[in-house]
């Protein structure tokens, strides 16, 4: 029976297994890359627009939501790849979905960032 216990060293353990998922997922997936690049580029954007608490809570959410979709969709397409290294019909649409997954979240993203910025760039302009 596995020991269901409360212990400080492994839950510190367990934070230290997260940061290697995290640092995986940044060196191994390109679609990160992506989102690294987003994410600087929306971070300064945010201190040069001077955001207010709520639009860094929405984007903080949104960046977060889009990194844990894209994690989530890693481990997906590793796992499928491992129990299925062969062409597989259902393992494509698995792996369609979780795809799917990630581009709402992306593009909920965009939207949430349009919302915040887009004001703030036409106030420059006009």
């Given amino acids: 029976m596995k020991d269901r216990s409360f212990s400080l060293r492994k839950r510190l353990i367990s934070f230290r297994y997260a940061f290697q998922g995290i640092i995986y997922l940044i060196r191994h997936e390109h ?3 992506i989102h690294c690049l987003a994410t600087i580029i929306v971070i300064i954007a945010g201190f040069f627009f001077d955001l207010s608490n709520l639009e860094w809570i929405a984007i903080v959410i949104v960046i977060g939501a889009v990194f844990a979709a894209e994690a989530i969709n890693s481990s997906i397409e590793l796992l499928a790849d ?6 597989n019909d259902a393992i494509k649409h698995v792996k369609d979905l979780a795809a799917g997954g990630v581009l709402f979240m ?3 993203a965009a939207i949430t960032g349009c919302i915040i910025f887009v004001p703030k760039i036409a106030g420059l302009l006009i």
């Avoid at 491992?82 to 062409?87: I, L, N, Y």
């Fill in 31 to 33: 679609n990160a890359w």
């Fill in 106 to 108: 992306a593009i909920a």
């Fill in 82 to 87: 491992f129990v299925s290294p062969e062409r």
